[in-house]
């Protein structure tokens, strides 16, 4: 991933809201491989004639397989203000995913504890004594199906590691695509599970900005659906 490929969903001199692509790291991590993160300090770099070393914050994360919307900080005060009011739960995060099998209800709440191993970087469900336990809560609204598949509008109440496909494992319909947490139910493909609705308040001005990006339609399984 380039600059050239950058999709900026908005911009301003405080926040900048971009779409993350599938299969692209949101970060620098141990791997070294190309990542969002410093494709986007390097069109502000670029684009602006910043010398030395352009600020970035990191507000949120998305794993390597999701795409979506994404919001960095580009002052630390909106870093800052941004990242409180995620943690207060200002955030609203909605994701689709298609299911491999529909869900015994149609739409419910979700909640377990969860707990990574960072050996295999793999998260189970857990006790909630368990030692390193954490929270886990999404709600889940089934919106349409399609033979083995379905189509969920998931918003997420909590941000763990891995939540939406275990949880959705743990129901016994896991993500399509998901080779790790899908057991018998997996069927190979690109995971199919998508940010695609970002709203929270502006670090500086406090208006309510929302952002919306729908999936790739014209790839499996989102085909199968109409959004």
């Not at 999709?7 to 001199?13: G, K, P, Q, R, V």
């Not at 926040?15 to 949101?26: D, G, N």
């Not at 015994?104 to 504890?113: G, I, Q, R, S, T």
């Not at 004594?129 to 889940?140: D, I, M, Q, R, W």
Request: proline share 4%; hydrophobic share 35%.
């Amino acid at each position: 991933m380039t600059t050239e490929d950058l999709i900026i969903l908005y911009e301003d001199n405080h926040v900048i809201v971009v779409l993350k692509p599938q299969m692209v790291a949101c970060c620098p991590d141990e791997s070294g491989d190309n990542n969002l993160f410093d494709v986007v300090k390097e069109y502000i770099r670029v684009t602006y004639a910043k010398p030395g070393n352009v600020y970035l914050g990191l507000v949120h994360r998305l794993d390597r397989p999701t795409g979506g919307v994404m919001v960095f900080a580009k002052t630390s005060k909106a870093a800052a203000r941004l990242s409180e009011q995620m943690k207060n739960g200002g955030f609203e995060k909605k994701y689709y995913a298609v299911l491999c099998g529909t869900p015994f209800k149609k739409k419910a709440v979700l909640e377990n504890y969860l707990r990574k191993n960072s050996v295999n970087n793999t998260v189970y469900v857990c006790t909630q004594t368990e030692e390193g336990a954490k929270f886990a809560s999404l709600e889940y609204e089934i919106k349409a199906e399609k033979g083995a598949l379905a189509l969920a509008d998931i918003t997420l109440h909590t941000g763990r590691t891995h939540q939406i496909r275990v949880q959705t494992a743990a129901i016994n319909c896991p993500v399509y695509g998901d080779m790790r947490y899908g057991g018998d139910k997996a069927v190979k493909g690109k995971l199919a599970l998508w940010a695609y609705s970002l709203k929270f308040s502006h670090p500086t001005t406090g208006e309510t900005l929302k952002f919306i990006i729908e999936p790739p339609k014209d790839e499996n399984p989102w085909k199968n659906f109409e959004f």
